[in-house]
């Protein structure tokens, strides 16, 4: 069935770089942009950084521009988000999700999501 | 702090109707489609409604969903006991070129 399985969180300190995985399958994954959203404890959603399908455009948050990156590899199925410089703030849990095309970017498919804790 | 903003909360017994409001700009729900999300904590997220007012395959049609000018509404009726839960609207912002989540609003079923 069409799944999207996070990984790559942990405790890690501030300043040190983190990268996340969202492996994706049953799905034409090329044909879909993707997107990070993450939730800090206590706190709601908030989206993080999204990728065309063919990884030509990027777009992020205010409070990760400059830190983080999305990249994806269509052969492989599996999109990523490079954090550096990470932050207390950047603690939560990080979601990747899937965006039809011309859905209005309506998030139909979730992973369950990878914890990251920034501290030290 | 989010640019679409919620009421903190929203309650009702089973069987009522629990209306959500979501209020955005001209650079947002004035000018795009709104998305509404189901979350129950330790979850996924889940789609609830898609361009204003559409329902995904397998959602309940209890939920429903509005738009006009630069507001939203998600209505769910015939509240029950599974619907506690938060709820976020969202939609993209041609200001910000960002995804933009409403302030959520946690549903309780008296």
């Known amino acids: 069935q069409m799944q999207l399985v996070e990984s790559g969180g942990g405790v890690v300190q501030p300043g040190r770089s983190l990268r996340l995985s969202c492996a994706a399958s049953g799905f034409t994954f090329s044909t879909f942009a993707m997107h990070w959203v993450r939730q800090a404890p206590g706190q709601g959603l908030e989206w993080v950084a999204n990728?065309?399908?063919?990884?030509?455009?990027?777009y992020y948050a205010d409070s990760v521009k400059g830190r983080f990156t999305i990249s994806r590899d269509n052969f492989n199925n599996t999109l990523y988000l490079q954090m550096n410089s990470l932050r207390a703030e950047d603690t939560a849990v990080y979601y990747c999700?899937?965006?039809?095309?011309?859905?209005?970017?309506?998030?139909?498919?979730w992973g369950q999501g990878t914890m990251v804790t920034v501290s030290s | 702090q989010s640019v679409l903003t919620q009421p903190p909360s929203a309650s009702g017994t089973p069987g009522q109707r629990v209306s959500i409001s979501c209020s955005g700009s001209?650079?947002?729900?004035?000018?795009?489609?709104v998305n509404w999300y189901q979350h129950l904590p330790g979850t996924a997220p889940k789609l609830l409604i898609y361009n204003s007012n559409q329902r995904p395959s397998g959602v309940p049609d209890r939920f429903s969903g509005s738009k006009s000018g630069t507001s939203a509404s998600l209505a769910i009726s015939g509240l029950q006991s599974e619907d506690e839960a938060d709820y976020y609207c969202a939609a993209w912002d041609d200001s910000l070129h960002g995804y933009v989540f409403g302030t959520g609003t946690k549903v309780a079923v008296l």
């Open positions: 999700a899937r965006d039809p095309p011309r859905s209005g970017y309506a998030f139909e498919i």
């Open positions: 990728i065309w399908q063919d990884g030509s455009n990027q």
């Open positions: 001209s650079s947002n729900i004035g000018s795009r489609t």
